[in-house]
Nanobody, 127 residues
Framework: DVQLQASGGGLVQNGGSLRLSCAIS????????IGWFRQYPGKEREDISC????????YYGDSVKGRFTISSDNAKNTVYLQMKSLKPEDTAVYYC????????????????????WGKGTLVTVSS
């Protein structure tokens, strides 16, 4: 079974940092890229970052570029999202997901391109 487990969310002050982790089992980084999405209440999921670990193709959405960094530890089958300079508007539920469209990882893929999803982790940034 494929499983993705996001963790690391919590409450942080405006300007603070958090690191999210996505622990992955049942699939290979050779076949899938891993993305991070966030979702506000009543809104569609927003693609914020994606990484193809085999080629280091990386995507960042405009809203997080320069503040968030995605990375992977292939030995641990884990993808991280380091978030800095957090703002209240970053408050959302964050999800990790896997897509077989690995070669398009740098292009910004909407949620429909992702095959497997983990449960979300809530990030709350206080003002």
């Amino acid at each position: 079974d494929v499983q993705l487990q996001a963790s690391g969310g919590g409450l942080v002050q405006n300007g603070g940092s958090l690191r999210l982790s996505c622990a992955i089992s049942g699939l290979s980084f050779d076949d899938y890229a891993i993305g991070w999405f966030r979702q506000y209440p009543g809104k569609e999921r927003e693609d914020i970052s994606c990484i193809d670990s085999t080629s280091d193709r990386i995507y960042y959405g405009d809203s997080v570029k320069g503040r968030f960094t995605i990375s992977s530890d292939n030995a641990k089958n884990t993808v991280y999202l380091q978030m800095k300079s957090l703002k209240p508007e970053d408050t959302a539920v964050y999800y990790c997901a896997a897509t077989k469209y690995r070669t398009l990882a740098h292009a910004g893929l909407v949620a429909a391109y992702f095959d497997y999803w983990g449960k979300g982790t809530l990030v709350t940034v206080s003002s």
